[in-house]
């Protein structure tokens, strides 16, 4: 019940603060963790039912509790379940991804054309700064062209991170209240197989070397795939500098800096993408309580 009505006020709350849906998604993560799927379930249906009780007193509409179950708790639902039995935390990103993946191809056999279609909706959105803005209107429009082309992909790997971060916050919640440090020990040796990894390269290739729909379709698809590795770095980074006197200062200082210096993931996620024939922890033992 205190999970259910948890879930349901910041569900609502989240309309005005977006962060705020990582936290709701964890809150039905943990009771699946820990309890299994079907009492996530319940918590799950019934914090849909509250929210939308919730959203028609407050908002006076309901239909975004409907969205809010299937865009987020269905699936951190079904990522939890299998992270409960399956027991690696790399088998669950696997399915987060492939998630994203359906996502992105349902997208473009629902849409005719996904470019245009954003681009669209990315005109509208900057109608008001063309008023105010300085940059030559030529430009503006030659870079909602460029984003158009990658806003299914970019929307999608926006959905799957929070997923991942609800999942991850939930885990070290259960970690906290019933095994101290198995979170860190579990994050920190995260890692992606072999197969997916060559998946990925493949994808990626094909996106670079191929034109048209088809190119457009695997760099969406391409961007999920490359965020997820962007975790995997920072499980790489932070084991490595935690492993340093400085750690105290530089962890911070890491964490800050992915935050406010986007171009950091790129590097990042190479990192991840390499350790999967470099082994770059090998000769590290995860702190237990980092």
Same mark, same amino acid.
């Given at each position: 019940?205190?999970?259910? +009505?948890?879930?349901?006020?910041?569900?609502? !709350?989240?309309?005005?603060?977006?962060?705020?849906?990582?936290?709701?998604?964890?809150?039905?993560?943990?009771?699946?963790?820990?309890?299994?799927?079907?009492?996530?379930?319940?918590?799950?249906?019934?914090?849909?039912?509250?929210?939308?009780?919730?959203?028609?007193?407050?908002?006076?509409?309901?239909?975004?509790?409907?969205?809010?179950?299937?865009?987020?708790?269905?699936?951190?639902?079904?990522?939890?379940?299998?992270?409960? &039995?399956?027991?690696?935390? %790399? !088998?669950?990103?696997?399915?987060?991804?492939?998630?994203?993946?359906?996502?992105?191809?349902?997208?473009?056999?629902?849409?005719?054309?996904?470019?245009?279609?954003?681009?669209?909706?990315?005109?509208?959105?900057?109608?008001?700064?063309?008023?105010?803005?300085?940059?030559?209107?030529?430009?503006? &429009?030659?870079?909602?062209?460029?984003?158009?082309?990658?806003?299914?992909?970019?929307?999608?790997?926006?959905?799957?991170?929070?997923?991942?971060?609800?999942?991850? !916050?939930?885990?070290?919640?259960?970690?906290?209240?019933?095994?101290?440090?198995?979170?860190?020990?579990?994050?920190? %040796?995260?890692?992606? %197989?072999?197969?997916?990894?060559?998946?990925?390269?493949?994808?990626?290739?094909?996106?670079?070397?191929?034109?048209?729909?088809? +190119? &457009?379709?695997?760099?969406?698809?391409?961007?999920?795939?490359?965020?997820?590795?962007?975790?995997?770095?920072?499980?790489?980074?932070?084991?490595? !500098?935690?492993?340093?006197?400085?750690?105290?200062?530089?962890?911070?200082?890491?964490?800050?800096?992915?935050?406010?210096?986007?171009?950091?993931?790129?590097?990042?996620?190479?990192?991840?993408?390499?350790?999967?024939?470099?082994?770059?922890?090998?000769?590290?033992?995860?702190?237990?309580?980092?």
């Amino acid at each position: 019940m205190q999970a259910m +009505s948890v879930a349901a006020i910041l569900a609502l !709350l989240s309309l005005l603060m977006p962060p705020i849906s990582i936290v709701s998604s964890a809150t039905v993560a943990l009771v699946t963790l820990r309890r299994g799927g079907y009492e996530g379930l319940w918590v799950l249906l019934s914090a849909t039912l509250a929210a939308a009780i919730l959203g028609f007193v407050v908002l006076g509409n309901f239909q975004f509790a409907l969205g809010y179950a299937l865009i987020l708790w269905l699936p951190v639902w079904v990522l939890s379940i299998v992270l409960r &039995e399956g027991r690696h935390l %790399s !088998l669950a990103f696997e399915i987060a991804s492939a998630l994203g993946v359906v996502a992105v191809i349902g997208f473009y056999l629902m849409v005719q054309d996904p470019a245009l279609y954003w681009q669209a909706v990315l005109d509208v959105m900057i109608q008001p700064m063309l008023q105010v803005s300085e940059v030559p209107v030529e430009q503006i &429009e030659q870079t909602v062209v460029m984003l158009s082309k990658y806003m299914t992909g970019a929307l999608v790997t926006g959905s799957v991170t929070g997923l991942l971060l609800g999942l991850l !916050l939930a885990r070290w919640w259960q970690s906290n209240l019933y095994n101290p440090g198995g979170f860190s020990a579990e994050y920190l %040796s995260l890692r992606m %197989s072999q197969r997916f990894t060559i998946m990925t390269l493949v994808i990626l290739l094909v996106a670079m070397l191929s034109t048209g729909m088809f +190119s &457009e379709v695997a760099w969406n698809i391409g961007i999920i795939l490359f965020m997820l590795y962007a975790f995997i770095g920072t499980a790489i980074a932070h084991a490595l !500098l935690a492993n340093t006197k400085a750690k105290r200062f530089l962890l911070p200082l890491f964490y800050i800096s992915i935050f406010i210096v986007p171009h950091i993931v790129l590097p990042v996620a190479i990192i991840g993408i390499s350790d999967t024939w470099l082994n770059l922890r090998k000769n590290i033992t995860p702190p237990s309580s980092t």
